[in-house]
């Protein structure tokens, strides 16, 4: 499969906590893109790391790339009740009209 | 900020109906995808489609689906003959570039449940 691996699968942290989830995945990929998720909701696009990337930052995001070892990790500085949410890594492959999605980490942020 | 939109936001169908679920991509995207999530699980892959045909599809997009660009905005899932099994929120996206160069803009699904 190449779908990635998040890891956690859950995480609980009190608000002002940084939250950081990793992902692996398997094949070759040209970007890798986290995404987020609110209950019954759709996805919301938060970043795009490219393959000759190795770190992103927006505002309170920062994603690393190493694609030596095919992972990938989002850190969420001073975390806030209204982060909770599942984060999903998804992969794009060169010339492939598709993002396999990763199973999710799902974080709770306590108030 | 244009968005995604599909209607029903939820659908009620009996094993062996036929069901069209809808999507309006955004309207300068030129590609567009149906993935599908059962009950907050993994997000799985569908189909892709551009230029009025199908560019990529999964394992699961089998004969009983097809899709659809009727017009100029529209965008459809069909389902032949539903299953239990394919009870599951159904995602509708859309992007300005391949999947594999650009990030990609979800509606808010419709949930499917076959009875």
């Known amino acids: 499969s190449q779908q990635g691996e998040e890891d956690p699968q859950a995480l609980s942290i009190q608000e002002g906590e940084n939250a950081t989830m990793n992902c692996s995945y398997k094949?070759?990929?040209?970007?890798l893109q986290w995404y987020r998720q609110n209950s019954g909701r759709g996805l919301v696009h938060l970043i795009l790391i490219r393959s000759n990337e190795r770190e992103k930052h927006s505002g309170r995001l920062r994603v690393t790339l190493d694609t030596s070892k095919k992972s990938s990790s989002l850190l969420i500085t001073a975390s806030r009740a209204a982060d909770t949410a599942s984060y999903f890594c998804a992969t794009g492959s060169w010339g492939a009209n598709n993002l396999f999605f990763g199973t999710g980490t799902r974080l709770t942020v306590i108030p | 900020e244009p968005e995604v939109t599909q209607t029903p936001s939820h659908q009620v169908t009996q094993m062996g109906q036929e069901v069209i679920l809808r999507c309006v991509p955004i309207?300068?995207?030129?590609?567009f995808y149906w993935y599908r999530q059962i009950l907050g699980q993994k997000v799985e892959f569908l189909v892709s489609f551009y230029n009025n045909e199908i560019s990529e599809k999964s394992e699961i997009f089998d004969d009983q689906f097809s899709v659809e660009r009727p017009d100029g905005s529209n965008f459809t899932l069909k389902i032949r003959s539903t299953k239990l099994e394919d009870s599951a929120m159904y995602f509708c996206?859309?992007?300005?570039?391949?999947?594999?160069?650009?990030?990609?803009?979800f509606g808010n699904g419709t949930r499917l449940t076959v009875t």
């Open positions: 996206a859309s992007s300005e570039a391949p999947a594999y160069n650009s990030p990609l803009h």
């Open positions: 094949t070759s990929i040209n970007n």
């Open positions: 309207s300068n995207h030129l590609y």
